[in-house]
């Protein structure tokens, strides 16, 4: 089976083998133990699956309804307007429309990410100009570097994935907001909310509202994932009714198949049991992190998804951890390195019940470990005798972008802040939209213990140089108490060996905590058990 296991992997480039593939090559009996796939286990509940069990005959012998009278239902229930939204089969679908339409000549997007980010736009001969996230710094995306970063190459189209895949790292809504002001001669600016449902950082954390006002934002969100329903293939985008009007006239009539219907239709009757599959899920991340963390060199980043980033300890190769979790203990996990901007080094871990917790704990110990707990990692090679690539390709990020040019020497500046003036943002802000002036709130971490962290400087963005009135979407910000700046640190160097990268969690951090400077939201914030959650954030569905 080892064999077979390592040629798929190998085969899925920037992605994972399916799951119906790995269960053919294992033979008889139930698949692995499901660490990889980033869903919600705990949604839909048992009783749903036997409602859609006993449809089953139906919903697959009989056409579906079509796109637009699917999408209506799914915006009745998110009290969002049909007109400035798009439904695809899948978020990969919009993400394809997306590049096709509207995005002319290039594209930033920070790194290491969802690999469609990358694949899909050089694919069609778009530039792809990759900001890479430090590793020194916990995979935290400075938007002022990114900005200048942006600046600097001329790039048109800006992606921001919030939270991001792999590594979990969140924004506030407050500085995405900000970002889209300063941004916003841009052709377009897309922000990937596919896994914000699972972030409990704050009670309103979309800017879904923001993208339905703006000539040049669009919100992505998935479905399958919070929905824990990956197979069906159900996605949606928000946008103002132009740009979603644009890529939902591309989209065939039965783009969305009878599971999709079926499903998008009893989701009013179960919102309870879909917040509370939420807030369980929030508590097996701080649970699963604290495990984790105990391991001897094992380092755990702060998440706002349903899946956690770890560095293995020195010494560990992640193809071969990878494998033989899998043929050893029948647990699959995802091993990043053919993510680019990240390496075999990585593991990306889905949140799951104590239970199957405590059996990844269990295997990741005898793998890395042995029978000595702390003991030296081995060096383990069996199963794979193959190099992912990783250095070359963290080399090829550093130095250029996906075209293959070389990149401005201060746009990617090992965590230094950006020293030149960003230009000034054009105001475009279509008819009657004028750009607000931007408020400077300050978001600095508070202090981590053991692991001293990299300032945090706070992205400055260029006011506006006309003065304009403040339109009506623009959010309420009250002024800030002014914060203590330091002197910037100078460029972190690599991490040493067996040192945890500053950023990461150790047992004593994550426990009881979600992350640096985030808390769990009031409870106010979410759904009652008469409710729905509502991504636009524009009242409750009854």
């Known amino acids: 089976m080892a064999d077979n296991v390592t040629s798929l992997f190998r085969s899925t480039a920037a992605h994972s083998p399916s ?6 090559e294992g033979g008889e009996g139930a698949g692995p133990v499901d660490f990889c796939i980033p869903c919600n286990p705990y949604f839909p509940t048992p009783a749903m699956f036997d409602t859609m069990s006993a ?7 009989y056409y579906p309804s079509s796109a637009d009278t699917i999408t209506a239902e799914l915006c009745n229930l998110l009290q969002l307007p049909p007109q400035a939204v ?15 339409l509207l995005v002319r000549e290039s594209l930033a997007i920070p790194v290491p990410t969802f690999g469609r980010w990358t694949d899909q736009p050089m694919e069609t001969g778009k530039r792809v100009d990759m900001f890479p996230l430090q590793e020194s710094s916990g995979f935290a995306l400075d938007l002022g570097q990114y900005a200048e970063f942006i600046r600097a190459r001329g790039t048109r189209v800006a992606v921001i994935c ?16 900000q970002f889209m002001d300063a941004m916003a001669d841009l052709d377009l600016i897309v922000i990937d909310e596919s896994f914000l449902e699972f972030a409990d950082a704050e009670a309103e954390p979309s800017v879904v509202q923001e993208a339905m006002l703006r000539p040049n934002v669009v919100v992505l969100r998935s479905l399958g994932k ?58 097996d991340r701080l649970d699963m992190s604290s495990q984790l963390s105990a391991l001897p060199g094992l380092t755990v980043y702060p998440s706002q998804g349903n899946f956690l980033f770890v560095r293995l300890p020195v010494g560990a190769e992640g193809t071969v951890v990878r494998d033989r979790m899998l043929t050893e203990h029948r647990i699959l996990v995802r091993e990043c390195g053919n993510k680019i901007g990240s390496s075999s080094r990585f593991l990306r871990l889905v949140v799951r019940p104590q239970v199957d917790v405590r059996r990844l704990v269990s295997g990741l110990e005898q793998v890395l470990y042995g029978t000595r707990r702390g003991a030296a990692v081995p060096e383990l090679g069996t199963g794979t005798n193959y190099s992912s690539g ?7 990020v550093s130095e250029t972008n996906g075209a293959g040019i070389p990149l401005v020497a201060q746009a990617i500046g090992g965590g230094m802040p950006m020293q030149m003036p960003m230009p000034a943002a054009a105001q475009t802000g279509g008819v009657g939209m004028p750009m607000p002036a931007v408020a400077q709130m300050p978001m600095a971490a508070p202090p981590q213990p053991q692991i001293p962290q990299p300032q ?19 959010p309420a910000m009250s002024a800030p108490s002014q914060p203590q700046m330091q002197a910037p640190m100078p460029a972190a160097a690599a991490t040493p060996p067996g040192v945890p990268a500053r950023g990461g969690l150790t047992a004593a951090q994550v426990r009881g905590t979600t992350g640096p400077g985030l808390a ?17 954030g524009m009242g409750q569905a009854g």
């Open 162 to 177: 919030n939270p991001n895949n792999p590594d979990g790292g969140y924004l506030h809504k407050q500085s995405l907001v």
């Open 390 to 396: 990783t250095a070359a390709v963290d080399r090829l």
């Open 456 to 474: 945090v400087l706070q992205p400055q963005f260029p006011q506006p140089q006309i003065p304009q009135p403040q339109p009506q979407y623009a």
């Open 55 to 61: 449809r089953l005959r139906d919903i697959i012998t």
């Open 520 to 536: 769990p939201a009031p409870a106010t914030g979410w759904p009652n058990a008469q409710s729905w959650p509502n991504a636009a």
């Open 226 to 283: 919070n929905f824990g329903l990956h197979g069906i293939r159900f996605g949606y985008m928000v946008a103002n009714p132009s740009l979603a009007g644009r890529v939902r006239s591309m989209l065939p009539k039965w783009n969305l198949n009878a599971f999709a219907e079926y499903v998008v239709f009893m989701l009013k009757e179960h919102g309870a049991e879909y917040a509370q599959s939420l807030h369980q899920v929030y508590r």
């Open 86 to 100: 798009a439904m695809g089969n899948g978020s990969t679908e919009l993400i394809t429309w997306i590049d096709h």
């Open 19 to 24: 799951m119906a593939a790995l269960t053919r």
